[in-house]
Structures are given as C-alpha cells and as structure tokens.
C-alpha cells in the first residue's frame, strides 16, 4: 500500500480503496457465518435493509460531476414505494437511529472521504454531495464535527 502511495498514479487512491476493501473482506470470511435461518426478520427489518442498501449504493462518489440522487427520507420513501412515516417507523424500530441521522452520518463521512482524499474544491464536494449551496454544506459540516471542511482538509 505504501508503495502505491508512493507511485504517480492518478488513481492511486482508488487503488488503495480497494485494497482495503479485500482486507476487509478477507477478514469477514475468517469469521464464522451466522446461521441466517435462526434470525428472525419482520418487514420493518427489510424496509430498513432495502433503505441501507439504497444509500449506499450512492456511494463512493468518484467524479466531480457525480451528484447524490437521494438526500431526503421521503426520496428513499418513494424510491421505495413506501409512505415516508413508514420508512422513519422501520428505520427507527431497527437501527435505534432516526433516517435523516443515518443519512447525515453517511453524507459526513463520504464528505471526510473527499476533503481528505481528493483535491476537489469545497463547493465541488458539496455539489456532488446534493448541496444546493456551499453555506448548506459547510453549516451541516461543522454542525457535526464542530469545524469547518477547510480546517478538517487542513488536518488541524
């Protein structure tokens, strides 16, 4: 890995990605599999996989032009084909978080991801992160990590 750190590749990152990806998933085959049959799931527990699923299927976002396409809990609802009070019940009832948290939280880390990995401006990133302003962007940053991406990208 540090060797292609180290290379003048221009997708040297990408590279990296993905060699942390098979670590991750050699590790996960090392675990023993949890027997799917035992485990008991009830529709508010598919809702909120197919939900999981349609975030992160949003991510990683690779090109500056490459733009979120759902932001809200009620465009996952009607991707979905569901009412959106169903979608934030399910949610809830399973990960114990509200939808909008589990958004926002995987928004800030793949904001984390390109202030640190990528040389896109601030309003590139907040542009492919479905932020219609720049101001939106950074008063939802520093909102939740108490500083601003300028500073994060910084490593202050």
Do not use: C
């Not at 690779?62 to 979608?87: G, K, M, T, W």
Request: proline share 3%; glycine share 2%; hydrophobic share 35%.
């Amino acid at each position: 890995m540090q060797e292609e750190i180290d290379s003048s590749y221009i997708h040297k990152y990408d590279a990296l990605r993905n060699l942390v990806f098979e670590i991750l998933h050699y590790t996960l085959k090392m675990q023993p599999s949890i027997n799917t049959e035992k485990q008991q799931t009830n529709a508010s527990y598919r809702t909120a996989i197919l939900f999981l699923e349609l975030l992160e299927r949003q991510f990683p976002i690779e090109d500056v032009r490459q733009r979120l396409s759902f932001r809200s809990p009620s465009d996952f609802a009607h991707q979905l084909s569901i009412h959106v009070n169903h979608l934030n019940r399910a949610v809830k009832e399973t990960t114990e978080k509200t939808t909008s948290e589990i958004i926002a939280e995987r928004v800030l880390q793949e904001a984390k991801i390109l202030l640190k990995h990528t040389e896109w401006n601030v309003s590139e990133i907040a542009f492919a992160l479905g932020f219609t302003e720049v101001t939106h962007f950074n008063n939802f940053f520093k909102k939740h990590t108490n500083i601003n991406p300028m500073t994060f990208r910084k490593g202050e």
